[in-house]
Nanobody, 126 residues
Framework: QVQLVESGGGLVQAGGSLRLSCAASVRTFSIYAMGWFRQAPGKEREFVAAIKRSGGYTSYADSVKGRFTISRDNAKSTVYLQMNNLKPEDTAVYYC???????????????????WGQGTQVTVSS
């Protein structure tokens, strides 16, 4: 199976930046589309960003578009989420996920992902 481990979360002031990393313990990382989701207390897990297997195509939730950037390094089996201009409403546990389907574009729906990391806490203070 695929094991995913997120890192890079922490406490940051509003307007600051963080870069999250998600490392996969597999050699065939490039066959998976990857996504980032987040979940705040009392709320459903929501889509943040996704990237196709080759890394060329990306998609973002409207709430983070222009501020967040998803990227991947298949040689290192790692996907990243660069978060700039952070806002208090970005506070959540952030999860990375892997999709083993053969779809050309990565899904934006959490139920379509097969593997999940443990999550990393991001807290944005005002």
């Amino acid at each position: 199976q695929v094991q995913l481990v997120e890192s890079g979360g922490g406490l940051v002031q509003a307007g600051g930046s963080l870069r999250l990393s998600c490392a996969a313990s597999v050699r065939t990382f490039s066959i998976y589309a990857m996504g980032w989701f987040r979940q705040a207390p009392g709320k459903e897990r929501e889509f943040v960003a996704a990237i196709k297997r080759s890394g060329g195509y990306t998609s973002y939730a409207d709430s983070v578009k222009g501020r967040f950037t998803i990227s991947r390094d298949n040689a290192k089996s790692t996907v990243y989420l660069q978060m700039n201009n952070l806002k208090p409403e970005d506070t959540a546990v952030y999860y990375c996920a892997a999709d083993s389907s053969t779809s050309w574009y990565p899904p934006r729906v959490r139920t379509e992902y097969d593997y999940w990391g443990q999550g990393t806490q991001v807290t944005v203070s005002s």
